[in-house]
């Protein structure tokens, strides 16, 4: 027999006023009270802020008309094999002033062949100018200053030997636009190297 004044008689053994199962306030969904700390979540931090910088288009585009110039110079260089000995008579010719080399010079000339070597050396320089254009890429300035450097210097000296080619037959034609593409996209690789939004990447990396 029980007592109905027993407070611990009623339903679940447990006195009224006392927490549910579990003994936790119900939260709303997601875990987390409302208001929290009386401020929003902040947002989310995107990649230029928690990792590296952002690659601008230019830089990009720049490191796509190096690589142009860098392959067109190649097979300028392999064409140049084949133009080598036409090129020296035709530069002989013009700084002697005159179409009569004698017998002794011709017979050199004639007997003349062009290196492998300087094929062999044009790839060594196209694969470290490969190198330099990657390190550009990832945003060494350093590289951009030496490509700027090296490319002004190959303009100064091509713009002014590049009409040699034309009067070399057709092989040398071929080497000469090839030479202007080269000559072009060098000038475009420097200008998009620079342009505003490249400058912020290469100070930021």
């Known amino acids: 027999m029980t ?16 927490p549910q199962q579990g003994g936790y306030p119900q939260t709303p969904q997601g875990g987390y009270p409302q208001g929290q700390g009386g401020f929003p979540p902040p947002p989310p931090l995107s990649y230029g802020e928690t990792g590296a910088p952002v690659k601008p288009k230019a830089v990009e585009t720049a490191y796509l008309l190096w690589l142009v110039a860098a392959g067109v110079s190649i097979l300028s260089n392999i064409l140049g094999f084949f133009t080598a000995k036409a090129l020296a008579e035709k530069l002989t010719k013009d700084i002697l002033g005159t179409t009569d080399l004698g017998p002794e010079f011709q017979t050199a000339l004639d007997q003349s062949t062009p290196s492998y ?35 002004a210097i190959s303009l100064l000296f091509g713009i002014f030997g590049i009409w040699v080619y ?40």
């Open 3 to 18: 007592n109905p004044n027993d407070p611990y008689a009623q339903q679940g053994g447990y006195p009224q006023g006392q």
């Open 117 to 151: 070597g300087s094929i062999i050396f044009s790839l060594v320089i196209a694969a470290l100018w490969v190198v330099v254009v990657m390190q550009m890429r990832k945003g060494a300035n350093w590289a951009r200053i030496l490509l700027t450097v090296l490319g």
């Open 166 to 205: 034309f009067g070399l037959g057709f092989l040398g034609l071929l080497q000469g636009l090839l030479a202007l593409v080269s000559y072009a996209a060098i000038v475009g690789g420097i200008i998009f190297m620079f342009k505003p939004e490249s400058n912020h990447y290469f100070k930021a990396s």
